[in-house]
């Protein structure tokens, strides 16, 4: 990783073309991505900003392409998002407390990772957690009431949760399936493989920051991906070479209260409904996004056991501990 200074998030590179609409009637926006021999697709999904990268020039070919894989993306936020009462888990969510509900192959196929997250990380990450949003509001710059955070503990309660390959039952009226720790990775990785499926060598989605790299560019040369300073949004830690890889970074600096000097981030130890306090930021490199997000979220969550991973060489990836002290592995 070689240190640069610049803007967060995009790739470094020639400056886009201006902007074109995309595909009728989309929403998307198309640009030809500055002299790179890029098409550049930007859209919304999964509450943040997205952007689809092809070889070009823009065309009909790209168009297709690109439109192919934000309807993936689109179609599992359809599914899984928690603010739509219509999908899976606004069903599930429902239904808390009554009958089980059938469960689809791709459905339990994340109930299997939940399961697995919340296993290694001995409860650190519970996928019944997101009922702690109900008293924690990271715009309105105060903390909860630790009696009304104890008071939603009873709910956060994984194995309790009644699940199978067949169907799957919230036990207790209130509780909530959230699949909000790995739904954009999960998306991320679903999308690229829309488009290696196609026949597409070289590629770059990016979900609101995570990114998978199929390829590297069109030129041979791998996509340099820049990871934002944790307190310094102008500035970047790294810039990191990515190649048939995946990046994911986690923080405590997009969604976080401050009070009297000290940050609290948004990634919530679901054992306590608080959370920890040892790293600004955690970036990690693996074959898939889902992996990448799901080894950055646990690793500010595991505190002190990070530090030992570390040590032990368990875990590799760039990392932000509280004091601002940068580790590279």
């Known amino acids: 990783m070689e240190p640069l200074k610049g803007r967060a998030g995009a790739e470094a590179g020639p ?30 999904a999964m509450g943040g900003p997205a952007s689809l990268q092809l070889p070009g020039p823009r065309n009909a070919e790209t168009d297709t392409l690109a439109q ?71 715009r309105g710059g105060r903390l909860p009431d630790a009696a009304a955070v104890e008071a939603l503990r009873p709910l956060v309660n994984w194995s309790a949760v009644h699940w199978s390959d067949a169907e799957v039952r919230l036990p207790v ?31 770059l989605v990016e979900l609101a920051g995570d990114l998978v790299a199929i390829g590297p560019r069109p030129d041979g040369q791998p996509w340099r991906i820049g990871i934002r300073h944790p307190r310094d949004a102008g500035a970047l830690l790294a810039t990191v070479p990515l190649a048939d890889q995946a990046l994911a970074t986690s923080g405590d600096y997009e969604r976080c209260i401050e009070v009297d000097g000290r940050r609290y981030g948004h990634v919530l130890d679901a054992r306590t409904g608080w959370p920890q306090d040892l790293w600004q930021s955690a970036s990690i490199v693996a074959p898939t996004c889902l992996a990448a997000g799901a080894a950055a979220t646990l690793a ?23 004091d601002g002290a940068i580790l590279h592995t």
Not at 175 to 185: H, V
Not at 300 to 307: E, K
């Open 15 to 44: 400056a886009p073309g201006p902007a074109a609409a995309g595909p009728a009637g989309t929403g998307i926006e198309a640009r030809e991505a500055g002299g790179s021999g890029l098409a550049r697709y930007a859209f919304r």
């Open 68 to 138: 192919r894989a934000i309807d993936e993306v689109l179609r599992i936020e359809a599914r899984y998002s928690r603010y739509r009462a219509d999908s899976i888990v606004g069903r599930i969510n429902a239904a808390a407390g009554a009958a089980a509900l059938p469960c689809d192959a791709e459905t339990a196929a994340l109930l299997r990772f939940a399961d697995h997250l919340w296993r290694v990380s001995e409860g650190r990450f519970d996928a019944t957690s997101g009922v702690y949003r109900r008293v924690w509001d990271f």
């Open 173 to 203: 009226a209130g509780m909530e399936l959230d699949f909000g720790g790995f739904g954009k990775e999960y998306a991320a990785d679903r999308a690229a493989g829309v488009l290696r499926s196609a026949g597409v060598a070289h590629a």
């Open 300 to 322: 500010l969550l595991m505190g002190d056991g990070t530090r030992a991973a570390l040590r032990e060489g368990r875990l590799r990836g760039l990392f932000v501990d509280r």
